[in-house]
Structures are given as C-alpha cells and as structure tokens.
C-alpha cells in the first residue's frame, strides 16, 4: 500500500521525462520526475518536503512555502511508484498511468539513480532522508549503492556537516548560483544564514573527511549571474575550496517559472563553461530534461 494516490501522470512527447503529482493521505500533494539522461538509463527526482522554506526567488517550489516534511516512507514510495511505472504494473488515477507505463518499458530500462533534488530542502528533513537512504540501499528493499544516491541542499551548513559523517559514499550536490555573497544573499535568502564564506569551510570540512566528488549546481539567468565577473568569482570560489579536481560544476540553463527571471542564451551558456574549462575546472552544462511538462530543474510546484 502507497503513502499517496497519483492524481495525474504526464510524459514528454519524446518520452525522456514523466513527472507524477501525487496526493498524500493528509491531501497535501508533491511532485516527483522521472527522467532519461540516455536510453535505457533512468533517474528518478523525489522531493523531500511538501513546498519549501527557503524562496529562492527563481524556483517555482519556494512560491509555496513550506507545508511539512515528508517521512522516509513518502520519499521511497515515490522510488517505488516509479519502478512499478518502468514495469507497467503501477497503480494510478487514470488510464494515462497505464498508456505512459507501455511507452516506458518500450524504451527498456531500468532505474539507476536517484536524486533529492524535487520539492524541499533535504537537510532540513535530515533524519527522514537518512532514514530514506537507508531503505533505498537495503539489500532487501530496493538494494540501490550509496554512489547511485545524489542528495542537494542549498547550502545548510550543519546538515552538510552531518552528511559527510553519516552519509559518507552518497553524492553531495550544493546549490550554489552565484559566489557573490550580495548577489546570493539577493537569489537565495538562505545565504544570509550561510554565506559563501561558511560554504568555503563547510566544504573544505567535508573534503578533510570524504575524498568524494561534489556537485555544485548553478543556474544560469540572463544578465544577473552569467557575466564574464560571475565566472571570475566562481572559479576563486572553487579554488579556495580545493580539491579544485573533487568539485564538478553543472550549469543549467534557468527552466521558466512564475518569477522575474530569463534564461540565458546558450551561447552565453558555452561562453560560461569555456571559462571555467579554461581555468581547469570540470563542467558540463547539464540536460533541460521535462521543461515540456513542468518538470525540469526548479519547476516543480503544487499551485494553491
């Protein structure tokens, strides 16, 4: 028996992303996203938390604030809706469950990795998502390795510091958008909590402990922080960190949502990464997997 009932499935034309709204038994709904970087190879996006308290002001999932945490339950159930999708055996609202599962399992596959990075904060669930973790990694249960598991976070220190001593081989992700400490504080309010300056130790903290690549994320939008000077600073940024080969940088060009941003163009986009690469740091920039669906990197929302 699932934590939620799905109120509605929806899948891209080309069938890479499926994003499901689930209701759960107190009726407060959440999203999560089905996604394949490449055929055969799927990634499933859980959130960790119904809205979120941070507002970052270009993410569609802070235009709702916070309603409440999800338990490690709700978190694996969505791994497990998603798995039973791939096979076409998942339960759900309408007989667009069943016709999307058909076109999934005509591409084959199975799920590979999963990613905290839908709706919510996940240190700010932490014991939840640990407790999640565990379960997905069972042997028994879904039997997924710690290194399949990528978690993010906007930059909580302490929940970071408590990642790196009790989830030490699952992947770290640290949204990071910008390394101007007024420009971030302006992106996301979390900063004024957390600045960069904090972030710097916290992570130099975390490499003392764990020799493991970190992710930072960072979302690119038009004229505010993909400026030649943007780049700058996130390459001094990275290098007062070090390892600089254990940080790996994943542009993302901004996913249109409900907020007073544009994306920035892509050739502003390959101008950024050619910087960085030029400045020996690792980049890519990253897929715009379920922009047709709402259900790429940023727009995941449940609308009032």
């Known amino acids: ?25 107190d009726g407060q709904m959440i999203e999560t996203v089905l996604m394949s970087p490449k055929p055969g190879l ?24 916070f309603k409440r945490n999800l338990s490690a339950e709700e978190i694996t159930d969505q791994v497990l809706w998603w798995r039973q999708f791939l096979r076409g055996s998942a339960s759900g609202a309408s007989g667009t469950v069943s016709a999307q599962s058909v076109r999934s ?17 996940p240190m700010l669930n932490f014991e939840a998502v640990k407790k999640s973790i565990e379960r997905l990694c069972d042997p028994g249960l879904f039997g997924f390795g710690r290194r399949s598991i990528a978690v993010s976070t906007a930059g909580v220190v302490p929940g970071i510091a408590r990642f790196s001593k009790e989830c030490p081989q699952v992947h770290l992700a640290l949204s990071l958008h910008s390394a101007n400490n007024i420009l971030r504080t302006q992106l996301m309010p979390i900063n004024k909590a957390y600045p960069i300056e904090d972030l710097v130790k916290s992570l130099r903290r975390y490499f003392a402990r764990n020799k493991r690549k970190v992710f930072l994320e960072y979302v690119l939008l038009d004229g505010e922080n993909d400026q030649l000077r943007h780049a700058q600073e996130l390459v001094r940024f990275i290098h007062r960190v070090g390892p600089v080969h254990l940080l790996h940088v994943n542009l993302i060009i901004w996913n249109p949502t409900r907020t007073p941003h544009h994306s920035s163009e892509r050739l502003v986009a390959a101008q950024f990464k050619r910087y ?9 920039i990253r897929k715009n997997l379920g922009q047709e669906i709402n259900g790429a990197c940023g727009q995941l929302v449940i609308p009032e």
């Open 1 to 25: 028996m699932l934590s939620f009932k799905v109120e509605r499935a929806l899948s891209t034309s080309n069938g890479s992303s499926h994003k499901a709204v689930l209701r759960l038994t």
């Open 42 to 65: 799927w990634s499933v996006c859980v959130s960790s938390q119904v809205g979120c308290a941070l507002k970052c002001n270009f993410c569609a999932t802070g235009l709702m604030g």
């Open 105 to 121: 399992r005509a591409r084959g596959g199975e799920i590979s990795n999963v990613v905290y990075m839908g709706m919510g904060e």
């Open 276 to 284: 960085l690469f030029d400045h020996g740091i690792h980049v890519t």
